[in-house]
């Protein structure tokens, strides 16, 4: 059965730092595409960061700079390090699975990500 967990969301000020993980299971890890998404409230849901499982990222022009997507496949484990966080990253993150260049097949349950002005 895949799982995919986040962890690290939560209520920063302006300009703060978080780091999301994603606990992956049930899946050969090292072979999957794997990305970070986020939804806002009333918003729809957008793509945040990608990291194909050689190590090549892709991120929103809104990111850029400021987030970083990495992986630990010895561990299972997908991270986002976002730094300089500004109140409209609020959202709740979510992070996914899939074979590339296709779309993403497994989801995670989410993790909020509050950040105040």
């Known amino acids: 059965q895949v799982q995919l967990v986040e962890s690290g969301g939560g209520s920063v000020q302006s300009g703060g730092s978080l780091r999301l993980s994603c606990a992956a299971s049930?899946?050969?890890?090292?072979?999957?595409?794997m990305g970070w998404f986020r939804q806002a409230p009333g918003k729809e849901r957008e793509g945040v960061a990608t990291?194909?499982?050689?190590?090549?990222?892709t991120y929103a022009d809104s990111v850029k700079g400021r987030f970083t997507i990495s992986r630990d496949n010895t561990k299972n484990t997908l991270y986002l390090q976002m730094s300089n966080l500004k109140p409209e990253d609020t959202a709740m993150y979510y992070c996914?699975?899939?074979?590339?260049?296709?779309?993403?097949?497994?989801w995670g349950q989410g993790t909020q990500v509050t950040v105040s002005s």
């Open positions: 996914a699975a899939g074979f590339w260049p296709g779309p993403m097949i497994y």
């Open positions: 049930g899946y050969t890890f090292s072979t999957y595409y």
């Open positions: 990291i194909t499982s050689d190590g090549r990222t």
